[in-house]
């Protein structure tokens, strides 16, 4: 995490189609390693903030454990890819995964972000929602649900249960 804040703008087509190639392949780079994913993002004017934040959450959290961060932090979407050592069971991975998103929630609560960003809610942070959305924002969201989803047959029970 040594790198925080770095970052590469191309300097001609070649350089931009060859840095896509690289951000592409990242993904399917960690998947052997059986990676923890969180998608979240920041308002642009709090991601210097928020990752300072974050790079002290991580590093007390996970003193051993390999995270990699990559996205479009241009936009304040960030990729937060927590990858599995190969000598510790998954569940207690899981377990620990799914503390520091307690936490992790709590800090996107502070600089006004939101837990889910460019991929929707899903099932696995659709308990965190209320820690990055206000009650008004869920019923919005529920509402819409009911326009486009009168009869509740879409996604039945997935993320809003019927009302």
């Known amino acids: 995490m040594d790198n925080l804040g770095c970052g590469v703008i191309a300097q001609s087509q070649a350089q931009a189609a060859a840095l896509w190639r690289l951000r592409e392949d990242i993904t399917e780079s960690l998947a052997p390693r059986r990676p923890y994913k969180n998608d979240?993002?920041?308002r642009i004017s709090?991601?210097?903030a928020f990752l300072h934040d974050m790079q002290a959450l991580?590093?007390?959290?996970?003193p051993d454990i390999e995270v990699v961060w990559f996205g479009h932090i241009g936009d304040g979407n960030l990729h937060i890819n927590v990858?599995?050592?190969q000598a510790m069971a998954e569940d207690a991975f899981i377990a620990?995964?799914?503390h520091v998103t307690r936490l992790l929630a709590g800090t996107l609560q502070r600089h006004g972000g939101s837990i889910s960003a460019e991929h929707g809610i899903g099932l696995v942070k659709r308990a965190y929602l209320p820690c990055t959305r206000s009650a008004?924002?869920?019923a919005?969201?529920?509402?819409?649900r009911r326009v486009f989803d009168p009869?509740?047959?879409?996604?039945?029970?997935?993320?809003f249960d019927r009302d």
């Open 83 to 85: 990858l599995c050592p």
């Open 58 to 62: 991580l590093t007390r959290e996970y």
């Open 151 to 159: 009869n509740g047959i879409l996604n039945p029970g997935k993320l």
């Open 136 to 138: 008004a924002e869920i």
């Open 140 to 144: 919005m969201m529920q509402g819409v």
């Open 46 to 48: 709090q991601v210097p």
């Open 96 to 98: 620990q995964c799914e």
């Open 40 to 42: 979240v993002s920041v």
